[in-house]
């Protein structure tokens, strides 16, 4: 079994996930702000799944939808409603019928974003909305040609049809990984198998605060970099070391100012570009990682 699709498959970064029973590994990645028309146009993310998928003899899960949502506001925006509707549930199901026919093919839907998103005449609850339709038009569509939908919102989802905050991130978009239980339930009733995290799994070190922390959590996890590889440096130790590193820039340039952890350093104009890209690299020689 492999499991595809946007950000909102950090819900099964809890662990090793195995199916049920049998203990067989499930694979998870992560492909970014994956859209349907990146099938039309040779985007390496499709790509990617493509050939993912061609490697898969068991279930071939896509979750996929959300930046769709953006794009169908836009597109409402230059054509009518209905048009942009049309033609974005078109580009779906073209796209499904070509992954149905690799087999054992099944679409998962995701949270969709309503934080930090802005789009005129648009406020979360009419995003959230226009989500619902789409979704409920493709899924009613899916189960007429035989394409399994495994859809837990309604049991994420509150009466203003956006996700319970106790079973969010940090972050406010992500689901925590405690609460894929709800698409295990549903993987169990509409596939017929079961998943699981390992026991082995002890938590994350550090639970992502916010959008770019859960991006870049989930591009380190993709690039097979540990959380926790940090060269057998404590947290605050690293800290010290890479604030060391920046007083240092600014006495070679005659800057006499005492940095501590909470000073801004991205923001605060006293570093450019390369002195960032300086700070990284430094930051990965000290874990011992070779990118």
């Known amino acids: 079994m492999i499991i595809v699709g946007n950000s909102h498959v950090s819900v099964f970064r809890g ?3 195995m199916v049920e029973g049998t203990r067989e590994a499930v694979d998870i990645h992560w492909v970014g702000a994956l859209e ?3 099938f039309f146009d040779d985007h390496p993310a499709a790509t990617r799944i493509r050939r993912l998928f061609e490697g898969e003899p068991g279930w071939k899960i896509l979750l996929l939808g959300n930046h769709d949502i953006f794009r169908l506001i ?4 230059k054509y009518s409603p209905h048009q942009a509707f049309e033609f974005l549930q078109g580009r779906y199901r073209q796209v499904f019928l070509e992954l149905k026919g690799k087999g054992n093919f099944a679409w998962m839907i995701g949270l969709q974003q309503t934080k930090n998103v802005h789009f005129e005449g648009f406020g979360p609850e009419a995003i959230a909305e226009l989500a619902q339709a789409f979704n409920r038009a493709l899924k009613e569509w899916c189960l ?3 394409i399994p939908v495994i859809d837990p919102l309604p ?3 509150g009466e203003d049809g956006l996700p319970r ?5 940090d972050d406010e978009l992500h689901l925590k990984p405690s609460s894929a239980s709800v698409y295990f339930g549903e993987m169990a009733r509409v596939l017929g198998e079961r998943l699981v995290f390992s026991e082995e799994w002890a938590g994350l070190e550090r639970e992502p605060k916010s959008e770019p922390e859960s991006f870049c959590a989930l591009l380190c996890e993709e690039l097979g970099i540990p959380q926790r590889n940090n060269g057998g440096l404590s947290l605050p130790k690293l800290e010290e070391k890479l604030l060391a590193f920046a007083q240092t820039r600014l006495q070679d340039r005659g800057i006499s100012l005492a940095l501590t952890r909470e000073s801004e350093l991205a ?3 006293l570093f450019d570009s390369l002195d960032l890209v300086e700070f990284f690299t430094h930051a990965i020689d000290l874990m011992g990682t070779d990118l």
């Open 155 to 157: 049991h994420i989802l």
């Open 267 to 269: 923001s605060s104009g």
């Open 15 to 17: 662990g090793r996930l």
């Open 165 to 169: 905050r106790e079973l969010l991130r």
């Open 36 to 38: 349907i028309n990146h």
């Open 144 to 146: 007429g040609v035989g």
């Open 74 to 77: 836009e597109l409402s925006q």
